[in-house]
Nanobody, 116 residues
């Protein structure tokens, strides 16, 4: 089973940028759904962005125009480019993969802190 490892989180000032990476231990070529979720303290985990194997993307309204999800199947990696960060973007960000129906794989998360 594929394992996911996130990296790239950290502390950034409001208006700054970060790029998160999600490295898979195996091939993601055939995994249709890859996504980034986030969870802030006291809040439910929410979908931030997702990308299919065909390259179709969708975004939460709160991040549209600021975040970009991409995938590099050759490197078995999914990225989340985050620009114009706001304090409300602060959360633990999780990578998610759905290799097949009823199977979800999660990474351990990477923390993003945005200072105002």
């Amino acid at each position: 089973q594929v394992q996911l490892v996130e990296s790239g989180g950290g502390l950034v000032q409001a208006g700054g940028s970060l790029r998160l990476s999600c490295a898979a231990s195996g091939s993601i070529f055939s995994i249709n759904f890859m996504g980034w979720y986030r969870q802030a303290p006291g809040k439910q985990r929410e979908l931030v962005a997702a990308i299919t194997s065909g390259g179709s993307t969708n975004y939460a309204d709160s991040v549209k125009g600021r975040f970009t999800i991409s995938r590099d199947n050759a490197k078995n990696t999914v990225y989340l480019q985050m620009n114009s960060l706001k304090p409300e973007d602060a959360a633990v960000y999780y990578c998610n993969a759905r290799p097949r129906k009823y199977l979800e794989i999660w990474g351990q998360g990477t923390r993003v802190t945005v200072s105002s």
